[in-house]
């Protein structure tokens, strides 16, 4: 079995969901090569890496797809980032052949995905080859195996002719994405409107420097349709999975469609006023109060 991991480079760094990508393959495989379209500036891991050149982007996933078949790959691993799924499902169709989005696990020849809001966990066996799979970020874990050096070896691919990317938009300030975070600190209609956000980035920004690892501001959709927050912070069923550490829900009633994208976190504290909101059927700490009080407490007690 041989595998191919597609490494998401952002700012010349690897992005942390690719060295997911690295473990769910190292789970099926030794036999694992990467590539990527920008050269990393340092990487926890040895091996070939593919420096795929393409005039402009995005590339024609028909060349890649040759490649990956010329270079007889079983299996190609992505990263399950909005990045890994656009590109893991294009290749898929290219090489005409299986996908599998976001998984969760590998096991009996299977892919495991969570589906029906994630509240089942399925697997599922390809039946064609090659395999494409997303691999959903802190679902697997890379422990630095594939030490030594990286060669690189570049590659021409075509460019897509009928598409080309023209600019490409930073996001707001230097955060986090949800789904890369050991934290998130998310608010919901109960933080009342843009100013509540300011709260709980403060807290957001107070864990981080008391080392408590890196910290993300996630959000209902409510808080979303309100415009307080943007979209990319979504957290549930029509925004991001996600499964940090803790997960600290902060003014939100805990509907299933925000449940299904949080319930897999390892500790879930939820800060509610109304003691029968259904976040505290999830929650691991309930913390029944209003939330401008129980922030700040929560701070001033951090703060020692
Ligand atoms: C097809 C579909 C898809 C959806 N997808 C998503 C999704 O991806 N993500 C998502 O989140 N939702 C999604 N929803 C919406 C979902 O059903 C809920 O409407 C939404 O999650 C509610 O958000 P909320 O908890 O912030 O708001 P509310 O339900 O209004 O809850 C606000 C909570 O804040 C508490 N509160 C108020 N003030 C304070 C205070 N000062 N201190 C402490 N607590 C306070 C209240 O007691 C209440 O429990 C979807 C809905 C549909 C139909």
Redesign the pocket.
Known sequence: MKALVFLEIRDGNIRSASYDAIGAALKVTQDVEFAAFDEPASADFGGKLHLMNTPHFPPKFEAIADFITENKFDIVFLPGTKWGNWLGASLAAALNGAFFANIVDLEDNGFKREILSNKIRALFKPVVSPVVATVRPKSFEYGGELSGKVNVEKIEILANEGVELTETIPREGNEVDITEADIIVA??????GPEGFKLLRKFAALLNELGYGSVAIG??????DEGWIDHSH??????KVVSPSVYIA?????????I??MNSSKTIIA????PQ?P?FQYADYGIV????E?IPMMMEKLKG
Request: hydrophobic residues 40%; glycine residues 24%.
């Open positions: 608010g919901g209609r109960g933080v009342g959000a209902s959709r409510a808080a979303v979504q957290v549930g069923q029509t925004g902060c003014g939100i009633s805990g509907a299933m469609q925000h299904a994208g800060i509610n006023k109304d909101a976040i109060g209003d939330l401008f129980v």
